[in-house]
């Protein structure tokens, strides 16, 4: 089993940054992408970035790209998202996932992975 535990989450004006991370438990992630996904109010969960488990090779969606990046400690079994200029579009909850892949792809499909955070509240306001 894995656990994730997201945190970084908070409120901040358009045009800010945050940066939320994704801490695993229970086994090591060096042969498991992570990704973020988020969720808006009355929308569907939604791919946000992903990374690989070892070439580092990254994904991101086209909303996002050029405003976030995502890494990933491998010495810590952590995964990190920067997320700078904010827009009021972000305002969702984001959730850390991990999917098994041996072959260093990033799945953008929510049911390829197996194991999922709670979720950490991003409200960004105008």
């Known amino acids: 089993q894995v656990q994730l535990v997201e945190s970084g989450g908070g409120s901040v004006q358009a045009g800010g940054s945050l940066r939320l991370s994704c801490a695993a438990s229970g086994r090591t992630l060096s042969a498991y992408a992570l990704a973020w996904f988020r969720q808006a109010p009355g929308k569907e969960r939604e791919f946000v970035a992903g990374?690989?488990?070892?070439?580092?090779?990254?994904a991101h969606a086209e909303s996002v790209k050029g405003r976030f990046t995502i890494s990933r400690d491998t010495t810590k079994n952590a995964a990190h998202l920067q997320m700078n200029s904010l827009e009021p579009e972000d305002t969702a909850v984001y959730f850390c996932?991990?999917?098994?892949?041996?072959?260093?792809?990033?799945?953008?499909?929510?049911?390829?992975?197996?194991?999922w955070g709670q979720g950490t509240q991003v409200s960004v306001s105008a």
């Open positions: 990374i690989s488990r070892s070439d580092g090779s990254t």
């Open positions: 996932a991990s999917a098994y892949s041996p072959f260093n792809a990033i799945p953008r499909v929510e049911g390829a992975y197996a194991y």
